[in-house]
């Protein structure tokens, strides 16, 4: 028989807990054991974990945030730090361990293979969606699903009051969550890394936008959605100049971590339950050092470092219809 330990580390995201459910229940189903290390990496710095079955997980599915806790850990960086889990995992004999998170998460794993001899499994679990090799990750539609909602709201008060508001989303470097919940929230403007090209022409293509806006309709409600990380000075800066430049107050709202929470749609609980499960059928295979993944609906085993090599782009198709929905470049 085999032992599973599992780990959430990074950014928790909506549907670990189901990840972690899909696990525990696999591995009972084949008769190994399962351990879940507490608080990421530190868990497994500090020999912290807890004993997994079907009793731990039940009631889980529908839980946001993660029971095993999430950290990151800039102490497992190191190398006596890689040793001691190393150290750790083996007199627990750990066989076969599970990591979800993201590309913070799988640089750790790696990390970890150069001294644990052991089988090493990431699967995706993010809001951001940034991890390259997977069609999308764990907690992303879920994240969406909540930016999505929160702006409606803000739509209702901006219509009311013919206000433009500036909600900042998250995605930490990438716009995925940025572009979806702009598209899906019938957004007038959206601001992302991967189209971005400078602040002067960001201004000039929105006021243009908007100047042609209000003399078709006269005052009206307007919505940019821009992507965290992105405007060089904040976005209470780019609030304020556009409050210069429109003559009207733009009301600055930071969605912030509301992001992260919630209970996770179906899409994802699906996916965590598929990629959970699918990781616990490798178990006991030379396959390690490897992300399960899911394309097109199928699994796939990405080599960790190819996930976060390259940079993820948006998708194409996802893009044009925001264009010419949206007119978001230059008229
Ligand atoms: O990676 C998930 C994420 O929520 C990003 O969107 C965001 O940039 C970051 O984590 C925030 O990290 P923290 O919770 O450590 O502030």
Known sequence: TKKVAVLTSGGD??????????IVLACERADYSVLGYMHGFNGLLHQEYRLLDGRSVHNLIQQGGTMLRSARCK????REEAKRAADNLRQLEVDTLIIIGGDGSFRGAVHLSQ?????????????DNDIQGT?????????????VTSIDKVRDTADSFERIFLV????????????N????????YVILPELFESEEQTLEAIMQQLTKRRRERGDVSYIIVLAENLWPKGVNDLAEQLTKLTESEVKPVILGHVQRGGSPVSQDRLLATRLGAYAVSLVGSDISGIMIGE?????V?????????????????????MESLMNNRYA
């Open 13 to 22: 995201a909506p549907g670990m807990n189901a990840c972690i459910r899909a």
């Open 75 to 78: 102490e497992f960086e190191g």
């Open 115 to 127: 001294f644990w001899e052991g089988q090493l499994l990431g699967l995706p679990g993010t809001i």
């Open 135 to 147: 069609d999308v990750t764990i907690g992303y539609h879920t994240a969406i699903e909540t930016a």
């Open 168 to 179: 900042e989303v998250m995605g930490r470097r990438a716009g995925f969550l940025g572009l």
């Open 181 to 188: 919940a702009a598209l899906a929230s019938a957004a007038d």
């Open 295 to 299: 394309c097109h609906g199928k699994p």
């Open 301 to 321: 085993k990405v080599p960790l470092p190819s996930t976060w090599q390259k940079r993820k782009p948006l998708d194409e198709f996802t893009v044009s219809t």
